[in-house]
């Protein structure tokens, strides 16, 4: 009796930590990027300043001084920018209020999804249409969807894992697509890597090129049950790397905070980038030598595995 307790709570215990992995994830994705529009302008913002967007807002009778503002007021572009921040911060709240019971708080958390999508989009648009901007943000777009499904189906339900490995194939072969220079590798990889380390460009380069090639072998190797585990080991620990790369870069001691409000928000928005990964090695690790149970029930409240 003592020992099926014992097996019991352990089953408890491994749920409530790969759940609070996706929440951690879900909250950072949300909270970054509601700090780089409530703080910051998004860079991606720039396609709003645009003929086509002010033709568009004339017809519902805005002006130019009502469209861009006049200085002292805000126009419709910086009001759009600062709604869009606030519902950020209410998808960053629903990530650790959400619960299986509350049918509302999860239609809010799933629809949240579709302001991590815009901002896909946006970017997608800017880059002047390059595939790669919108394959990497896959995992970011799936994270309040993969935390639903955790919630609703089991934190270790068949669909929850599978939406999980899609999450991180899209993550890293978006990355592997640019850096192995099938698409024109953004300027930013090299010199945050010569920033880093202090090489020359052709070292940068070619350490950003072998970085891609090993994006594209954790998504092989994903598909293949005896490596997977350490693939996904691998991910974890490179989209922390990465991630990190931007303030390690950008942050400086002669900077204002060190720099740390305009480049840290961009390491926690990219949480999912190593977080997704680290719910599917614990997850492996947790299930390996046991003999996988197939359930569709759902965790209740978190403390239930499926």
């Not at 606030?86 to 949240?112: D, H």
Request: proline share 3%.
């Amino acid at each position: 009796m003592q020992s099926g307790e014992t097996t019991v709570g352990t089953g408890v215990w491994q749920t409530r930590v790969l759940t609070s992995c996706l929440r951690l994830s879900v909250f950072c994705c949300f909270a970054g990027w509601a700090w780089g529009h409530l703080y910051w302008e998004p860079s991606y913002s720039s396609i709003l300043w645009s003929d086509v967007t002010f033709e568009w807002s004339q017809n519902f009778g805005y002006s130019w001084d009502d469209f861009a503002g006049t200085g002292a007021n805000d126009g419709l572009i910086q009001r759009c920018v600062r709604w869009m921040g606030w519902l950020l911060v209410g998808g960053a709240i629903l990530s650790f209020t959400a619960r299986r019971s509350s049918w509302m708080q999860l239609g809010l958390l799933s629809t949240s999804a579709l302001l991590l999508l815009a901002i896909a989009v946006a970017k997608y648009i800017k880059s002047e249409f390059e595939l790669p901007v919108l394959v990497e943000q896959g995992g970011q777009i799936l994270s309040p969807i993969l935390l639903v499904m955790a919630l609703t189906l089991g934190v270790r339900h068949r669909m929850t894992v599978i939406t999980a490995i899609v999450a991180v194939l899209s993550t890293f072969a978006g990355h592997g697509l640019y850096a192995t220079g099938v698409w024109t590798t953004p300027a930013t990889f090299i010199g945050m890597t010569r920033a880093i380390f202090g090489w020359d460009y052709d070292s940068a380069k070619l350490f950003v090129n072998v970085a891609g090639v090993l994006d594209f072998a954790v998504c092989c190797g994903l598909l293949i049950p005896f490596l997977r585990r350490w693939c996904v080991l691998y991910a974890a620990i490179w989209g922390l790397l990465t991630a990190a790369a931007r303030p390690v870069a950008g942050m400086g001691w002669d900077l204002n905070y060190w720099g740390a409000d305009q480049f840290l928000h961009e390491f926690v928005y990219r949480a999912p980038h190593f977080l997704i990964p680290l719910f599917l090695f614990l997850h492996w690790s947790f299930t390996q030598g046991q003999h996988p149970v197939a359930s569709s029930a759902p965790a209740s409240d978190d403390s239930r595995s499926a």
